[in-house]
């Protein structure tokens, strides 16, 4: 996908998390790896209103080269991609069921959310840490999701504040977070009711076949 459509690409899906209340107002952010540099939402921006031209551009070095000025979360974007050479796109929201999840779980945690659906395992992965609370802009967290990251989780749940999601393309990224809200409302549904989750089999044989 060349940078036009990756641009276009960002504001389409910016657009349809906002219009189904995955972020409010000016919450949420959302990058993508480019061969010399990375695209990442404006600061202050609504997803709901993202202008493809005024999508922030940073060279190889993380330095604003164009557009308006990069989130100030542009270093949780830069943990996972720099710890996943793999990576090509970051999902930062404040989904409301993932972020409930963040605000039960303790930090440290590394499964908050249980294997309930294959689609959690395949999207999600084994892991979802959780990464202890840091003041939001604060880049201190950095080296903590980086570090989740280099464990090999694809995402992480940020203490009470939301989770954080990488994929190799856009659209893998745009689509696990969904998952993970998802997974989070399941969660939250069926907490005390004794549901069965699948096995540790089950997991193994979903990671071999599709990866995580």
Not at 46 to 57: N, Q
Not at 82 to 92: D, S, Y
Not at 98 to 124: H, Q, S, W
Request: aromatic share 4%; with cysteine; glycine share 10%.
């Amino acid at each position: 996908m060349d940078e036009q459509a990756l641009r276009a690409a960002i504001c389409a899906h910016g657009r349809s998390l906002f219009a189904r209340g995955f972020s409010v107002g000016s919450a949420g952010n959302i990058s993508a790896r480019l061969p010399d540099g990375v695209l990442i939402t404006p600061t202050n921006s609504c997803l709901g209103r993202l202008e493809p031209e005024r999508i922030s551009r940073l060279d190889r070095a993380w330095r604003h080269v164009s557009g308006d000025p990069p989130s100030k979360e542009v270093f949780m974007h830069r943990a996972f991609l720099e710890a996943r050479p793999e990576a090509g796109a970051v999902v930062h929201l404040h989904s409301t069921h993932a972020t409930a999840i963040a605000c039960l779980a303790a930090p440290g945690e590394t499964a908050p959310i249980p294997p309930l659906t294959p689609y959690f395992v395949m999207r999600v992965g084994r892991t979802l840490p959780v990464v202890p609370y840091f003041r939001p802009g604060d880049p201190a967290m950095e080296p903590a999701i980086a570090g989740a990251a280099r464990g090999g989780a694809k995402a992480v749940l940020l203490a009470n504040h939301g989770p954080v999601v990488c994929g190799r393309t856009l659209d893998e990224a745009v689509h696990a977070a969904e998952e993970l809200e998802e997974a989070a409302r399941l969660a939250l549904l069926l907490r005390g009711a004794g549901a069965r989750t699948l096995t540790p089999g089950q997991v193994e044989e979903l990671l071999a076949t599709f990866g995580g």
